[in-house]
């Protein structure tokens, strides 16, 4: 009978982004699933003026990750980007996988409070332990309203 040979389990890598959206709310069950209230990613400034005065754009940014088979303990990194490509802000957060497991999720939310002075598309670029992993866009509009 022949030998058989051991083989290496196959590595699948991770961590792996799962999500990355803008959204009004998140709302947590008692049983911790997560649901996703009004994902958007554009928002209209309105205003009486024939241009748009400095603002505040107000969401909360949803990321998740699966664990795969990688280390427990990681950092996102949220870079802030205006229409123009200047930087804006940035947050850093630490987090730890709470289970060994490959399919150990972690949820990172991040309140957003922006200060917008232009219309056009912002973006948000996403890094996990220093390699970015995606990017997310926000478009700010204005429209103008009637004098009333």
Request: proline letters at 7%.
């Amino acid at each position: 009978m022949a030998k058989r040979r051991k083989t290496k389990p196959q590595r699948i890598g991770g961590p792996f982004l799962t999500m990355a959206v803008l959204c009004e709310r998140v709302l947590t069950d008692k049983d911790e699933v997560v649901s996703l209230i009004r994902i958007v990613n554009k928002f209209t400034i309105r205003g009486p003026w024939p241009s748009m005065p400095p603002g505040a754009v107000e969401s909360t940014m949803a990321i998740g990750f699966r664990r795969g088979d990688a280390p427990a303990k990681h950092y996102v990194r949220i870079a802030c980007y205006d229409p123009g490509g200047k930087h804006l802000t940035e947050v850093t957060k630490d987090f730890k996988f709470p289970k060994p497991e490959p399919d150990a999720g972690q949820n990172l939310f991040v309140n957003l409070r922006l200060a917008v002075e232009k219309t056009g598309r912002y973006w948000f670029h996403v890094m996990l332990d220093g390699k970015l992993v995606t990017k997310m866009s926000m478009q700010v509009v204005y429209q103008q309203t009637q004098a009333q």
